[in-house]
């Protein structure tokens, strides 16, 4: 390959290309995602609240609490999108378009502001979520890809290595990463009445069973951009289950979620323990290692992308391997019915760990939902999360036993700017 020291060398692309390819390939966060367009709706505070197919997967007491003798969720879905500081809206209105030196210059000055630009994309899809009185059961899968790019990244991806003013530059490269996986889920859920003086009580438990699907991990290792003379060096390690030997089970594991809810005249109270064990591990015979290596020189240039045993891995891509397994999630909640039809709920949780989630490590909201206007019920959420916000709210259609519910929320602050949607068509719930 022929270069001179003024030629754009776009590496930059191939980072993001091997950053992209992670993020679109594996596009929620709990194990077994919340199927209920009520509980996004109200903020993901209804600990205290939840009943029928909604208890699976929230606080598996909700089924032994006097609700819905069955309920079923139709297909629901749950999708969360964001990228940032540079915005999906961003990229839109660039769609198409070369970039100007204004818009070049903004978005890496917003990139450098925030310390690198994030994405994240995720879906939980439930093929079957149902409870027939006490007894539940759901079979999901959820996929998520979160991707972060240092500065000198991004940087290289506008500007190539003649940079911002057409002056080759020097650029040090390292600090990236992506992470991306795939999981199906099946868990039976059983609530249990307590009967007691002091109200209606219930304890609930789910016993589950996941198998993993796919795995991508990138770490970057380091590079560097040199000007004179031109040469690029981007190292972008990656362990992923192997694409030409696909197999549906490439890691599986068992695990337990337990609940608690009560109802006393107007108040209410939930707790539950989501993962309070879980033997989830990946299966790294399955998995495969790349060296994601990308050397250009004046005259020669250099890939390595070839398979390699995983045991040839560096050890930080094998331990963040180790790392991606469910951890445990503790969640307490209280409501009150203020009327007959509003009723009021808070919600704290925290995550011990970090592990396949999307969720913020911590959470602490309010929501409520009122039922006044006879076949439409309104919810609204905000809650305080790790590094930020979030506020959403949505609303079901009662048509007769049959329920379409619809809920979004926004996540802002220093966590970044993402967006959640949700639809649930059901019988007998919402």
């Known amino acids: 390959m022929k270069t001179t020291n003024r030629v754009r060398v776009s590496v930059g692309a191939v980072a993001l290309a091997v950053l992209g390819g992670l993020f679109l390939a594996a596009p929620v966060a709990a194990q077994l995602p919340s199927v209920s367009a009520a509980t996004l709706g109200t903020g993901g505070n209804n600990t205290a609240t939840v009943r029928g ?27 969360l999108s964001g990228l940032d500081p540079i915005s999906l809206t961003d990229l839109g209105n660039a769609g198409g378009k070369l970039l100007s030196d204004a818009t070049k210059a903004d978005w890496l000055s917003r990139v450098t502001q925030s310390g690198g630009q994030s994405g994240t994309a ?6 079957v979520s149902l409870n027939v009185g006490r007894i ?20 290289l991806a506008l500007y190539g290595n003649a940079g911002r003013t057409g002056t080759p530059v020097d650029l040090a490269l390292g600090g990236s990463s ?126 390595s992308f070839d398979k390699q045993a995983y045991g040839s891995a ?16 503790v969640s307490v909640g209280a409501a009150y019915d203020v009327w007959p039809d509003l009723t009021v709920s808070a919600d704290a949780r925290t995550r011990f760990g970090d592990g396949m989630s999307i969720d913020p490590k911590t959470h ?59 639809l649930t068509l059901s019988w007998g719930g919402y």
């Open 364 to 422: 602490v909201g309010a929501g409520a939902e009122y039922r006044g206007f006879g076949f439409v019920h309104v919810r609204a959420g905000l809650a305080v999360i790790t590094r930020g916000y979030q506020a959403g709210g949505g609303l079901s259609l009662i048509l007769g036993p049959v329920d379409l519910s619809a809920a979004a929320a926004f996540q802002g602050g220093q966590v970044g700017q993402a967006t959640l949607v949700q």
């Open 314 to 329: 560096p050890s930080e891509l094998r331990s963040a391997v180790d790392g991606m397994t469910f951890k445990p999630t």
């Open 122 to 127: 995720a879906v939980g899809l439930s093929a």
């Open 53 to 79: 197919f909604g208890a699976i997967g929230a606080n598996p007491a909700g089924l032994g609490m006097p609700g819905p003798g069955f309920s079923l969720a139709l297909a629901p879905i749950q999708a």
């Open 178 to 303: 992506g992470d991306g996986f795939a999981v199906t889920t099946a868990g039976v859920s059983v609530g249990i009445p307590l009967h007691a003086q002091t109200g209606t009580m219930a304890l609930g438990a789910t016993l589950k069973y996941s198998m993993g699907q796919a795995l991508a991990v990138v770490r970057d290792q380091g590079g560097s951009v040199q000007s004179d003379p031109v040469a690029v060096r981007v190292s972008l390690p990656v362990v992923s289950v192997d694409p030409d030997s696909f197999k549906i089970n490439n890691g599986s594991g068992v695990g337990l979620d337990v609940g608690f809810q009560m109802k006393r005249g107007r108040t209410a109270f939930g707790a539950a323990v989501m993962n309070l064990f879980n033997t989830f591990s990946w299966n790294t015979d399955r998995l495969v290692y790349r060296a994601g290596t990308v050397e250009l020189q004046q005259g020669t240039d250099s890939t």
């Open 136 to 155: 539940g059961f759901q079979l999901s899968t959820i996929a998520s890809a979160d991707v972060d790019m240092e500065p000198s990244i991004v940087e």
